[in-house]
T-cell receptor, first 113, second 118 residues
Framework: AQSVAQPEDQVNVAEGNPLTVKCTYS??????LFWYVQYPNRGLQFLLK??????LVKGSYGFEAEFNKSQTSFHLKKPSALVSDSALYFC???????????FGQGTELSVKP | DAGVIQSPRHEVTEMGQEVTLRCKPI?????LFWYRQTMMRGLELLIY????????DSGMPEDRFSAKMPNASFSTLKIQPSEPRDSAVYFC????????????????FGPGTRLTVT
């Protein structure tokens, strides 16, 4: 069965420092992987995806993610964090017919000035 | 595009009342998903439709919950009777899916309906 795990409930970063939010996955076949962000009192917003090709995927708001097949990981990264990046981040993997996504439990990112 | 539209944005009701949540997916999308989000359980998939047909309703908590998609541009999630433990934010999302196609199937979420059952 497809699954995704986010090992950290919370990540704290100082503004200007690089950030990493971790995600590992388990799939049969080729993985379709996604990152979403949720700001307070808002719906989830699509950030980026990996389907095939280059292992480094670039997305919205300066975020990127690195696909590592041997480690079955898809970590979200940003070179320089902003206070406005503080939000809840979800990793997801495609599963089954109809485009269903399996979401991780979410990681709360807190960026302090 | 207006994005996924959900109504109402907030709903406060008393235990035992019927609650109906509404969703209009993005035009052209053929898959629709209903999620529930709580602090305790996180984000849960309740049910999803493809081409207006329910594909997987295994996440629906119990018979008090029902969902319909009468056409490609409208879906409802109904709770009857409602209970305090149903209090949550309910999200609708849509995407495009084509069997054998090359689409990536990212989902686009609505703003959610915050349901409070007292």
């Amino acid at each position: 069965a497809q699954s995704v795990a986010q090992p950290e409930d919370q990540v704290n970063v100082a503004e200007g420092n690089p950030l990493t939010v971790k995600c590992t996955y388990s799939v049969s076949g080729n993985p379709y992987l996604f990152w979403y962000v949720q700001y307070p009192n808002r719906g989830l917003q699509f950030l980026l995806k990996y389907i095939t090709g280059d292992n480094l995927v670039k997305g919205s708001y300066g975020f990127e993610a690195e696909f590592n097949k041997s480690q079955t990981s898809f970590h979200l990264k940003k070179p320089s964090a902003l206070v406005s990046d503080s939000a809840l981040y979800f990793c997801a993997v495609r599963s089954g017919r109809g485009g269903k996504l399996i979401f991780g439990q979410g990681t709360e990112l807190s960026v302090k000035p | 595009d207006a994005g996924v539209i959900q109504s109402p944005r907030h709903e406060v009701t008393e235990m035992g009342q019927e609650v109906t949540l509404r969703c209009k997916p993005i035009s052209g999308h053929n898959s629709l998903f209903w999620y529930r989000q709580t602090m305790m359980r996180g984000l849960e998939l309740l049910i999803y439709f493809n081409n207006n047909v329910p594909i997987d309703d295994s996440g629906m908590p119990e018979d008090r919950f029902s969902a319909k998609m009468p056409n490609a541009s409208f879906s409802t999630l109904k709770i009857q009777p409602s209970e305090p433990r149903d209090s949550a934010v309910y999200f609708c999302a849509s995407s495009f899916y084509s069997l054998g196609g090359s689409q990536s199937y990212e989902q686009y979420f609505g703003p959610g309906t915050r349901l409070t059952v007292t």
